[in-house]
């Protein structure tokens, strides 16, 4: 069964860089990598989606290898609201989209 | 609409019950989705509908799942006979194409379902 894994919980202070990495080693061929970020009792919300090399927003920046069998999302200089659970979504094989295990991010002051 | 709607917010059934989950996607959107999220655990795939569609329910765990979306817009997730075991959040996303670029899910809050 494929398997798509993440750090389970990562610690941060306001105002670093932080990174979170996504291995998804049986990603479809074809389609994007997205990260989502999930508040409690709240649904999952877009951050940034790619397909390869590297890619930023106002939010965030996503970094794809040539082979795509990761991805790191790096979000610079955390602050407090930014402490939630971060997912990345892939298909994998030609068929099965598949949620990341999670990392649950606490930004301290 | 603004966002994708769900359908309770919560929901409490006796075991044994049947119970029906909501979900209006955004307007305009060919992809709609559902997932079942455990307490404490990331989202899994139940099934997705392209239109009316339904092109995949492999993730739907077992044949007392069922789902819908007759006229390509509004979703209903159905469970008959709950178990304790089907407590969950119950999550549906919308996306305007089901892969490649712009297939970005939005998501709603959830129905946060409880079998007693």
């Known amino acids: 069964l494929a398997k798509t894994t993440q750090p389970i919980s990562m610690d941060s202070y306001e105002g670093q860089e932080v990174n979170i990495t996504c291995s998804h080693n049986?990603?479809?061929?074809?389609?994007?990598i997205t990260w989502y970020q999930q508040f409690p009792s709240q649904g999952p919300r877009f951050i940034i989606q790619g397909y390869k090399t590297k890619v930023t927003n106002e939010v965030a920046s996503l970094f794809i290898p040539a082979d795509r069998k990761s991805s790191t999302l790096s979000l610079p200089r955390v602050s407090l609201s930014d402490t939630a659970v971060y997912y990345c979504?892939?298909?994998?094989?030609?068929?099965?989209?598949?949620f990341g295990t999670g990392t649950r991010l606490q930004v301290f002051p | 609409g603004a966002g994708v709607s769900q359908s309770p917010r919560y929901k409490v059934a006796k075991r044994g019950q049947d119970v029906a989950l909501r979900c209006d996607p955004i307007?305009?959107?060919?992809?709609l989705f559902w997932y079942q999220q455990a307490l404490g655990q990331g989202p899994e795939f139940l099934t997705y509908?392209?239109?009316?569609?339904?092109?995949?329910k492999s993730g739907l765990p077992s044949d007392r799942f069922f789902a819908e979306r007759p006229e390509g817009s509004v979703s209903t997730l159905k469970i008959q006979r709950t178990q304790q075991e089907d407590s969950a959040v119950y999550l549906c996303a919308s996306s305007l194409v089901i892969s490649g670029g712009l297939n970005i899910q939005y998501f709603g809050a959830g129905t946060r379902l409880s079998v007693l």
């Open positions: 307007s305009g959107h060919v992809s």
């Open positions: 509908f392209q239109n009316e569609a339904q092109l995949d």
């Open positions: 049986n990603i479809a061929t074809n389609d994007y």
């Open positions: 979504l892939v298909w994998v094989g030609t068929d099965k989209l598949i």
